[in-house]
């Protein structure tokens, strides 16, 4: 094996109250057919990886979810290289069993509210493993998050309270939700509710990049606390992020080397 196979390239997306990751970085500005403006992420490199950091709600939380540019973001990691993703997300709960303050690893979605792809019919894209899809792509989800990062994660929050397994429900934001929209929800078997994640995951998984998500619980939905607010969902989740920036490297050292993840395997018969 080269050198070069032995490193990996993984990017952190931090949601909101997650601003800043690495101590070092180099700022890298990356243009993209998806927006007018540059993509910027920081980077530093470590012995093993090279490691970037994308705000997704920009360094100040000036982009609210529903104006966050996504093509542009994930295009953006494309063209770098980089070959995984661990995202961070601020959810509200659906069931008083998963409280304020714990971690859920995602390993299923419900997106029914916004339309996200790369492939509108004019695109094309060559994967890292030269697998070339283009035109109109349906690709298959029925693992939405990888596997690898899920396990790999839970072994380093496993001295906290965390939950294994949840299934997000994205809605549009920027408001959050009714207490009848949250009944709903849980009907439909939603155990989170947030507004970004998903479009994310199902970019990465169109163009072939491994893609896994630690959600942290700020609040309990509409109507199961008394009132949600902003404030309390930035400082949770912030006093949450300082632990997981403590674990998030180990995670990432821990992960197996790969260029093409066995989460997006399958795309070799889309
Ligand atoms: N609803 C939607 N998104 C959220 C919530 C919520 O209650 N909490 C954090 N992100």
Redesign the pocket.
């Known amino acids: 094996m080269s050198k070069e196979n032995k490193r990996q390239s993984v990017c952190i997306i931090g949601g909101s109250g997650f601003y800043d990751y690495l101590k070092n970085p180099q700022k890298v500005k990356i243009n993209t057919p998806f927006a007018s403006n540059p993509i910027t992420l920081y980077q530093e490199s470590t012995s093993q990886n090279d490691v970037y950091f994308l705000p997704r709600h920009g360094g100040k939380h000036s982009i609210p979810p529903h104006k966050i540019n996504y093509k542009a973001n994930i295009f953006a990691l494309h063209s770098l290289g980089i070959s995984r993703v661990i995202a961070t997300s601020?959810?509200?709960s659906l069931n008083p069993n998963i409280k304020p303050g714990d971690y859920v690893l995602i390993d299923q979605f419900i997106d029914f509210v916004r339309p996200i792809t790369f492939f509108d019919g004019d695109f094309s894209i060559e994967l890292p493993d030269g697998v070339k899809l283009s035109g109109v792509v349906h690709i298959d989800m029925t693992e939405p998050y990888c596997s690898e990062i899920r396990k790999e994660a839970k072994k380093l929050l496993m001295n906290t309270d965390v939950h294994v397994k949840g299934t997000y429900f994205t809605?549009m934001?920027p408001r959050?939700?009714t207490p009848a929209e949250i009944k709903a929800l849980q009907h439909l078997g939603a155990s989170v509710?947030?507004?970004t994640n998903s479009s994310e995951a199902i970019l990465c998984r169109e163009i072939g990049i491994c893609y896994g998500v630690i959600a942290v619980v700020?609040?309990l939905?509409?109507g199961l606390q008394t009132t949600?607010n902003q404030q309390e969902?930035l400082e949770i989740f912030e006093s949450r992020s300082k632990y997981l920036k403590k674990v998030l490297p180990e995670i990432i050292s821990n992960l197996p080397l790969s260029k093409s993840c066995s989460c997006t395997a399958h795309l070799q018969d889309s």
Do not use: P, R, S, W
Request: aromatic letters at 6%; glycine letters at 24%; hydrophobic letters at 50%.
């Open positions: 601020a959810v509200g809605t934001g959050f939700e509710v947030g507004m700020t609040n939905g509409a949600v969902v």
